[in-house]
C-alpha cells in the first residue's frame, strides 16, 4: 500500500507499506514521480522478499550496459573505454553480485581513481556508473531502486574554467600543424586545423565539426545542420547553427573536397596535444575553443541569441562555466 501526501514546501512526500516493510522518501516534484518511486519500492520489495533478484554480477550490468545504453551515446567512446577499464582494472568489484554492491567497494573504486586522475574525471565516470544502477533498477529489474551511490559522497564537480585563448597561440598551434590561408588540408595535421579554427569561429563541439557533411553546410545561408549533437537525447530534433562569415569562408573551402574532415576524434586529440605542447603552450585544450569562440560571440549578441548558437539547454550553465569575459574587459564596454 502506498500513500502520498504534499509538504509545506511544495514537495511530495510517498510511503509505502509491503509485507510490513515500510519505506518512504520525500522530496519529489511532482506527485507523479512520487508514485513511479512508490511502484517501483513495491516491486523491488515483493521481488526482494521472493529472493527473485536476477543472479547477475556487476560485470554482467557493466557488459550489457555498454551493449544496449553506451553504445548508441554520442559519448559512447568514453563510456566504453570506462567499462572496459573498469572491468580490466576492478575484477573483484565486478564480479561482486549486482543486487548488493557494497557502498564501501565502491567507495575503494573511488579513493584508487582520486589518486591516479583528478576529482573532475572521477566525478564524471561515477556519474555514468550511478546511471549503470538507475537502469539495472528501473528497466532491467536486476538490484533494489535503492542504490549504493546514495551513501557516498562525491568528489564533487571543479570549478569552471577560465582558460582563454590568445591569439598569439593560435597562430603559433596553426603553424606547428601546417595551416595555409585559403588551401584545402593537404593532411591530418592541417585537417585538425581547420577543425579547429572552424571551432573558433563557430563555438561547435570538436565532434560535431568533424561529423559536418556537405548536406548539413549552407553557405547561403550561413547555417549548419547538426543532425547529431550533445543534447540530442533531450531535444530529439536536429540543431542548426548560424555561423559568421569567417567561419563561412573556412567551410567553403573545405567544400571543394569529397569529404569535409577524415580525421578521427583520437587522432585529433592525440596530434592537437602534441602540436600545442611542441609550441610551448600550457594549460590549453581543443576543447577550449568552444568557450573562447562564445565569449567573443558574446559581445555581438545577447544572451539568449548566444545560447542559440551554443545549443545549451539550461542558459545558466551557458553563462556561469562558458562566458570568460573578464570584469576589466566588462568595465572597458561599460
Not at 597561440?169 to 595551416?179: A, I, K, T
Amino acid at each position: 500500500m502506498a500513500y502520498f501526501r504534499k509538504l509545506p514546501s511544495g514537495t511530495w512526500r510517498a510511503e509505502v507499506e509491503v509485507q510490513g516493510l515500510r519505506q518512504s522518501r520525500g522530496g519529489f516534484a511532482t506527485k507523479g514521480e512520487a508514485r513511479d518511486w512508490a511502484s517501483q519500492v513495491e516491486a523491488d520489495a515483493r521481488a526482494g522478499s521472493l529472493g527473485k533478484w536476477p543472479a547477475k554480477t556487476l560485470d554482467d550490468a557493466l557488459e550489457r550496459y555498454g551493449r544496449e545504453v553506451s553504445a548508441g551515446k554520442g559519448s559512447s567512446r568514453f563510456e566504453l573505454g570506462l567499462i572496459a577499464r573498469v572491468r580490466r582494472d576492478f575484477p573483484a568489484l565486478c564480479a561482486l553480485p549486482f543486487a548488493s554492491v557494497p557502498p564501501d567497494k565502491l567507495n575503494e573504486w573511488m579513493q584508487t581513481r582520486l589518486s591516479q586522475v583528478k576529482p573532475a574525471t572521477v566525478q564524471r565516470e561515477a556519474n555514468m556508473l550511478r546511471n549503470v544502477w538507475t537502469v539495472g533498477a528501473k528497466l532491467w529489474r536486476w538490484c533494489p531502486i535503492d542504490s549504493p551511490w546514495a551513501y557516498l559522497k562525491q568528489p564533487g564537480k571543479q570549478p569552471a574554467r577560465t582558460r582563454r585563448v590568445h591569439w598569439t597561440e593560435v597562430r603559433r598551434v596553426l603553424r606547428r600543424l601546417g595551416y595555409i590561408t585559403g588551401q584545402p588540408p593537404h593532411n591530418v595535421q592541417s585537417e585538425i586545423a581547420h577543425a579547429w579554427l572552424i571551432a573558433l569561429r563557430t563555438a561547435m563541439r570538436s565532434g560535431e565539426v568533424l561529423g559536418l557533411t556537405k548536406g548539413a553546410v549552407n553557405l547561403e545561408t550561413r547555417v549548419v545542420r547538426l543532425d547529431k549533437h550533445k543534447t540530442q537525447h533531450h531535444t530529439k530534433r536536429p540543431r542548426f547553427v548560424p555561423i559568421t562569415k569567417q567561419a563561412a569562408r573556412l567551410l567553403r573551402v573545405l567544400m571543394k573536397q569529397e569529404r569535409l574532415f577524415t580525421v578521427t576524434a583520437a587522432s585529433k586529440d592525440a596530434l592537437f596535444r602534441k602540436a600545442v605542447a611542441h609550441c610551448g603552450i600550457v594549460g590549453m585544450t581543443f576543447h577550449d575553443s568552444r568557450a573562447e569562440a562564445l565569449t567573443l560571440l558574446s559581445r555581438r549578441v545577447d544572451l539568449l541569441t548566444l545560447q542559440k548558437i551554443s545549443g545549451h539547454a539550461d542558459i545558466n550553465v551557458l553563462a556561469a562555466a562558458y562566458f570568460r569575459e573578464s570584469p576589466e574587459d566588462v568595465a572597458a564596454r561599460l
